[in-house]
């Protein structure tokens, strides 16, 4: 019988209700292949061989996440690009409807949040570049790095995903706030549409 794991509960725990879960037999064989791809590779949960394995990697899971989004906040992002893809990975990746992020950074390009703003479908999602500027302001970013994931596990943005970009893009530029990159997270890989040339 296949096990639920409801990963907004798991977010909510505090680190040490994590690691009570996370300790167990074998976990730390799990932890080292974590810490050795720098984040989780989709699907390894499936690879455990009973429930009680699926819910200490999840467990371990969160707590990686969370160490990168420190780790994200002490340093400009750019000094490691690799970072961003591997925690946008492990919040998006292997996700059955499509989540648009966002990561608001400071001036110097370190980061002040990261934030699910919109969620869709299998297909798509809705966003609102009102909101993007409003939560911009908010934290007084000064730049941000867009991702969102594509169920489908491809990598290769859409026309949609190039015009919702520029979209954004312009919006954020009326309150002096940069767009240095938009994301798509598939299965395995991420894509940087600044890379593409398409920012």
């Not at 791809?37 to 009973?50: R, S, V, W, Y």
């Not at 992020?101 to 966003?127: C, H, K």
């Not at 991702?147 to 026309?159: D, L, V």
Request: proline share 3%; net charge negative.
């Amino acid at each position: 019988m296949a096990t639920v794991i409801d990963l907004k509960e798991l977010q909510r725990l505090p680190d040490r209700d994590l690691l009570q879960h996370v300790l167990g037999e074998g976990v730390m064989e799990h932890i080292t292949s974590l810490a050795q791809a720098f984040g989780l590779q989709l699907g390894d949960e499936a690879k455990a061989a009973d429930s009680g394995g699926i819910h200490r990697l999840m467990c371990a899971r969160e707590l990686l996440t969370r160490a990168m989004h420190e780790y994200m906040q002490d340093r400009p992002l750019f000094d490691n690009p690799q970072a961003v893809r591997e925690f946008l990975r492990l919040k998006i990746g292997g996700l059955s409807h499509e989540s648009f992020w966002v990561l608001f950074l400071d001036s110097q390009n370190r980061l002040i949040r990261a934030e699910e703003m919109f969620r869709g479908t299998l297909t798509q999602t809705s966003v609102y570049p009102r909101e993007v500027v409003k939560h911009c302001l908010q934290l007084n970013a000064a730049a941000v790095i867009l991702a969102h994931n594509h169920p489908s596990g491809t990598t290769q943005p859409s026309r949609s995903d190039e015009a919702l970009t520029q979209s954004l893009k312009a919006s954020l530029t009326l309150v002096d706030v940069r767009v240095l990159d938009h994301i798509i997270v598939g299965d395995a890989h991420c894509a940087s549409m600044a890379e593409m040339g398409l920012i």
